[in-house]
């Protein structure tokens, strides 16, 4: 028989040139127009509120502070692929007549009492799968980033040059490696073979997207609220 025990499957991973990389969003708001909406939120808010209990009119709201910063995101992308051999037995039907069958070198076996044929064969097979993770960077069960990908982006080759007055890029607290992992778990499956001819996974993006948001703080008299 056959050794059944064969070796582990080994699989190479590889990234594809440029898959690293970092990507901001483009703001669809500067930060006075920003600024601005913040203001006209709060004056519908605040002075409706204040009004209801103070009955007098209110000061008009202002912008107290502000702030921009950013929330990250992982977009991995990958395909693998699987070439390997397998043995396998074939059994099919044939006409009654058929007392041969002549394949090249090989004679096939015929069953007379099931009017079958059956051949030991070996098949070469290939699997292919492809897969796209998009990760919260800052929280594992974050909310969903997809719709932003349909914005406009544009590469940066450094996070440093975003940090700046008023400006900041928080720390990410999911890594890279998560997502990969991720990635990993989808697209490399378990195969049936006896012998792997190839067995590997090419990461095609590994970017960390992210997305800006303008923090508006607006007061209006002794009352405050905070706009994203």
Known sequence: MNDLFLEAMSVKISFAKGAKSYEVIEEQY?????????????GSSISSSLSRIMRREQEPPEVSSYQKTFHPFWVVQGESLFEYKRRNHYEFDVPPEVQ??????DTLSIDP?????????????FE????????????LKGKKFAPYMEYPRKSIKSLDKLNKKDQMVPDVQVRAS????????????PINADEILQAKVVVNQAKLVLLPIHIVEVTQGAKSKTFL
């Open 128 to 139: 292919q799968y492809e897969k796209e993770i998009i990760q919260d960077a800052m929280d």
């Open 178 to 189: 998560y997502s990969l992992n991720l990635l990993y778990g989808e697209i490399i499956k």
């Open 100 to 105: 041969k069958i002549y394949l090249k070198k």
């Open 30 to 42: 500067e930060r006075e127009a920003a600024e601005e909406l913040a203001v006209q939120a709060a």
């Open 113 to 125: 009492d099931k009017g079958t044929a059956q051949v030991d064969a070996t098949d070469h097979c």
